[in-house]
């Protein structure tokens, strides 16, 4: 393969400015150019092509060479001027893709604000959001499913980087005309006996003495959907977060649990060592902005 001639785009617009004038003095003013530097650039682009572009004479008009040259170098212009737009359009966030993962509370509590401001702001941005629990959250954003996601760290995968900006306490989570509904707090060893469903945010539990009985419980459900289903119904409770209890189930109370006191964290997690596309590093800030005036911030 022959080596490429060695041409700025400012060659090629100039190539198009003297064959679509037909003059060499229009040329150079369209340009903000003087004359002498607009030739120059002329012949610096014949010399490295290796060919005239222009018959020499007193009437400017294209070789056959030029004639050939002219639709390539007006496609050339044309696609650098798209994709430096494009890539202009991305780096100031007009453009872009954002993909974000979240979690049921996250989703049901602070998404549809951050998605309403962003989309008003940003309209032409496309977005791509999932939700899952914590743990799927991490998974997206280890396999680049998602730049940017918002759970509570459970896999600790030093590929990942969490933000926490969110906390909040443990408690029970059953139906209002549960026995234990009414009491303004619990003890672990309150709720050790009762028909405990198993989530995956149990796994931030681990390590504390007086929830171990919550590592193994017979039944277990990975999904929010499911989980509120079986809670409304009665077939268990749970616990959970205060901020993770489901928003949309009018029925299910939250009662704190003490002795001790346990909380979680919400944060932001992307991959380490990688920077926020601009798109995503908009809804960074969106976020924090959100913490900052929760009254559970971190």
């Known amino acids: 393969m022959s080596q490429l001639p060695d041409l700025s785009i400012a060659h090629y617009r100039h190539f198009l400015l003297v064959a679509e004038l037909r003059s060499f003095r229009a040329a150079a003013a369209r340009a903000f150019r003087s004359q002498p530097a607009l030739s120059l650039s002329i012949r610096e682009m014949e010399q490295r092509l290796g060919q005239p572009l222009f018959e020499r004479g007193a009437r400017v008009s294209l070789t056959r060479f030029g004639e050939s040259c002219l639709p390539l170098a007006r496609e050339l212009v044309d696609h650098h001027d798209r994709v430096a737009m494009s890539i202009g359009g991305m780096a100031r966030s007009e453009t872009g893709l954002l993909t974000m993962a979240a979690v049921a509370t996250a989703a049901s509590l602070w998404i549809p604000d951050l998605v309403a401001r962003y989309r008003a702001a940003h309209p032409d941005v496309a977005m791509r959001l999932y939700d899952d629990n914590s743990e799927g959250v991490e998974r997206m954003v280890l396999a680049g499913q998602a730049e940017l996601g918002i759970c509570s760290p459970v896999l600790s995968d030093k590929r990942l980087v969490f933000d926490p900006l969110w906390r909040d306490e443990f408690g029970l989570v059953c139906r209002d005309d549960h026995p234990l509904a009414e009491r303004a707090w619990l003890t672990w060893k309150e709720v050790a006996g009762l028909p405990l469903i198993g989530t995956v945010a149990h796994r931030q539990l681990a390590g504390h003495r007086a929830a171990a009985f919550m590592m193994n419980l017979p039944v277990f459900v990975s999904h929010m959907m499911s989980l509120t289903a079986m809670l409304e119904r009665g077939v268990g409770v749970t616990v959970l977060a205060e901020l993770g209890k489901p928003p ?33 590093s908009v809804m960074e800030a969106l976020l924090r902005e959100t913490a900052a005036t929760s009254a559970h911030a971190a």
């Open 248 to 280: 949309d189930a009018r029925n299910l109370v939250f009662v704190p649990l003490r002795r001790p006191r346990i909380g979680r964290v919400l944060g932001m997690t992307r991959l380490a060592g990688r920077t926020l596309s601009p798109a995503a």
